[in-house]
């Protein structure tokens, strides 16, 4: 064993952090549990980030690789959903491997493990003892930002590379010079990567946030004049170093290396980036988003004792918690035992560059999250290109998790110089037992078998094997309940387990159902402006009313469920309409059948143009429109013949992620109503022919159909997914090209 050790002596410490991240999290190791995490109204997690991954996996190993994400919206562009993360290789490959809820454990628990051992790396790298990088580690994965975010899959996964991306800096700047510029070099190329994989993780802000602090940390780095990089002058008198002038730093090789290497980063993620920035631009983010609405849930001056009191402001996860703000958003608790460490070590090892560095990063990253406190973020979301396009200042607080976690490390390696290494291991232990106790309870863990069989309400709807869709009533109202009745989540979980029943938002998509609505953080304003989002109501809610004895639907709530061919009814409440059919009770929820509902394609015959919002509600609603006849064009069409063809027909004769495929036959030219979600890159063609899109009857698409017998396709050819996949596979290329290089010139 010590010759292993010896050998190779990062494994023993890796693996002491493996255990440090498996047993806090057995059940999830041993695949008993699977974390529940809610969010109050809904669960990003299990509402959000699951189901997507889910339905990942399901076409993945189905074969096919989904650019449309048929089960939410009506249909949603899958890449463009950047926090679905499905180009990330860790998603990949656990999704489209395992089964769903083990792949959803896997990728927790290496997230937590990458977080622990790039920290463990650079601590290293930057002078740090063993113990003091072992603490680093564990602070860092187990951090408030990282434990108070699990629920938030995509934002941990981007931030747990963070510590990784400094330490591929950090080598590549301490082995530049004449004879190890191409070790530097190939460094660097490991840092493109891992810039990459954090853009393709799905949460390109904190990404984003990274990449501000990489340059800042590099560029520090190159002038300080701490450095110890060196240039060789081939003089008579042999080699002279000296430190490097700004003029020359900013012509230094290495400077190239780190801008060619995130650019190459950002190159390797554009199949996420340019499918997403065009989702933005059909959403309520389009050309960014206002200053007061970036700055919305501000980060509460309050919780700054929490840092030393991690709870003084009560526990969201006991419902206790009292503060003006969201309690995940502002919780950054790195670990008493870490905070006072990280002042030891300031106090110790002030000298190192580090350790003054890394102050800097706890002033500059916390004055940026507290967001409108202060004028900086302000003047940094006017000054940074790209800041108008996020919300959430509060997610800066990864910076100072990771500084807080590099600054203890230093503490330990003074503590142990002064008092011996039996002193460095208490301190490692005791941080650990700290940060555990505090943390674990942020992410409650329900039996995996329970959670993953499916509801009654599922079991009924699948008995029916057609082309439909589902809607529920009451899923923000009854995960309230939920949340109250469970007081948070670390008591009893059965209320969530019950809401479960609602199936929605998003959950349909685990059990193969589909649904005109669903909770994704950017959707198209047209989609939005029928069903609504977490941020506005649709007209949905202008169609039904709760009163004492239930919901109250409206002549146009029969009609949206009728237009989006919605069969199935979940409801937290009774439906008081004589339309609907009473199937099932399974509390909380009651299932209804709506026998009028239109199929998934259908055809009309009545144009009516609608150039606003305000026009089409005003035909929708209108008493003479019927969507058995009549369409609302949002776009123009040539006209269809006038009257009605009882002999029109529409049949789907193949359905998949990326296309759909009909044959149809009219007597008369006819509008072809399908009720999926309108959106870019969708292509229609008739008997082999491309005809134009249109608009209808708010987010749907209709297309002009001629007289007669036709097959018809609906094919989803992305440009931005196309033109970012050209890119991606030339930087990987890049990537690989300067790996071997590099290789090569290490022969030579």
């Not at 996964?157 to 530097?184: D, K, V």
Request: charged fraction near 15%.
């Amino acid at each position: 064993m010590k010759e292993f050790i010896r050998k190779y002596p990062v494994a023993a410490p890796l693996g002491l952090l493996t255990l440090c991240i498996l047993l806090p999290y057995w059940k999830l190791a041993t695949m008993q549990g699977v974390i529940i995490t809610d969010d109050i109204f809904a669960s990003d997690l299990m509402n959000d980030s699951f189901p997507a991954r889910h339905y990942l996996g399901a076409m993945l190993q189905r074969g096919e690789f989904p650019l449309w994400y048929s089960s939410i919206y009506g249909g949603f562009p899958f890449i463009a959903r950047a926090e679905a993360g499905a180009c990330y290789p860790l998603n990949l490959l656990a999704f489209g491997i395992l089964p769903p809820y083990a792949a959803l454990n896997i990728v927790i628990l290496t997230t937590f493990f990458i977080a622990a051992a790039g920290s463990y790396l650079f601590a290293r790298k930057i002078g740090a003892n063993v113990p003091g990088a072992l603490a680093a580690g564990i602070s860092f994965a187990y951090c408030g930002f990282m434990v108070a975010h699990t629920k938030h899959l995509s934002t941990v996964a981007a931030a747990c590379w963070f510590p990784l991306g400094l330490y591929f800096i950090e080598r590549a700047i301490q082995t530049y010079h004449e004879l190890h510029a191409s070790e530097s070099f190939r460094s660097m190329l490991w840092f493109g990567l891992v810039f990459g994989l954090q853009l393709l993780s799905g949460h390109i802000q904190v990404a984003y946030y990274a990449g501000l602090f990489y340059g800042a940390y590099f560029v520090l780095r190159l002038f300080s004049t701490h450095w110890q990089l060196s240039i060789e002058l081939k003089k008579k008198k042999g080699t002279v170093e000296r430190r490097l002038s700004v003029k020359e730093a900013l012509r230094h090789p290495a400077l190239r290396y780190f801008v060619a290497t995130a650019f190459l980063g950002i190159g390797l993620a554009a199949i996420q980036i340019l499918p997403t920035y065009e989702l933005v631009g059909v959403s309520q983010r389009s050309g960014g988003v206002s200053f007061d609405y970036a700055a919305q849930y501000a980060y509460d001056p309050a919780n700054i004792a929490s840092f030393v009191i991690p709870y003084v402001n009560g526990d969201i996860g006991n419902a206790s918690y009292r503060g003006s703000s969201i309690f995940w958003e502002d919780f950054g608790y790195a670990g008493l035992v870490i905070l006072i460490l990280a002042v030891y070590g300031i106090i110790k090892e002030w000298k190192r560059w580090h350790v003054k560095c890394f102050i800097a990063f706890i002033i500059a990253a916390f004055l940026l999250v507290l967001g409108p406190n202060t004028p900086v973020f302000e003047a940094a979301f006017h000054i940074l290109p790209g800041m108008s396009y996020f919300r959430f200042p509060t997610r800066f607080l990864f910076i100072v998790d990771a500084s807080l976690a590099f600054l203890a490390a230093f503490g330990i390696t003074a503590a142990v110089r002064r008092y011996g290494l039996r002193t460095g291991w208490i301190l490692v232990a005791l941080a650990a037992a700290d940060l555990f106790y505090v943390q674990l309870r942020q992410n409650p863990v329900a039996p995996m078998n329970t959670w993953a069989t499916p509801p009654a309400t599922a079991w009924e709807i699948l008995q029916d094997t057609s082309d439909y869709r589902i809607y529920s009533l009451g899923g923000k109202e009854t995960h309230t309940a939920a949340f109250s009745a469970a007081h948070g989540w670390q008591g009893s979980l059965q209320p969530y387990i019950d809401q479960r029943e609602l199936l929605q938002p998003s959950t349909n998509a685990i059990y193969g159902l589909a649904s005109p609505d669903g909770y994704a953080q950017l959707t198209p304003s047209y989609v939005v402006d029928v069903w609504g989002d977490q941020n506005r109501g649709g007209i949905i809610t202008q169609t039904a009313a709760l009163g004492p004895q239930g919901i109250m639907p409206s002549q146009s709530f029969q009609k949206l469920m009728n237009v989006f061919n919605v069969k199935y009814i979940v409801s937290a409440w009774d439906i008081r309409s004589d339309t609907l059919r009473m199937m099932k009770q399974c509390k909380p929820a009651q299932l209804y059948e709506n026998p009028g509902c239109r199929p998934r394609a259908f055809i009309a015959h009545h144009g009516r143009p609608a150039s606003t919002l305000e026009e089409a509600k005003s035909i929708f609603f209108s008493p003479d429109f019927d969507p058995q006849y009549d369409v609302i064009l949002h776009e123009q069409l040539p006209s269809a013949a006038p009257g009605t063809d009882s002999a029109a027909h529409v049949q789907i004769y193949s359905a998949r992620s990326n296309s759909i495929a009909l044959r149809t036959t009219t007597r008369t030219a006819s509008y072809l109503i399908l009720t999926d979600t309108y959106y870019p890159g969708w292509k229609a063609f008739v008997d082999g022919q491309e005809t134009k899109i249109a608009r209808a009857n708010f987010c749907q698409r209709a297309i002009l159909l001629p007289a007669g017998m036709h097959d018809v396709q609906f094919v989803f050819d992305s440009a931005p997914i196309k033109d970012g996949a050209v890119i991606t596979s030339a930087s990987l290329l890049l990537l690989i090209a300067g790996m071997f290089y590099h290789r090569f010139r290490r022969q030579r």
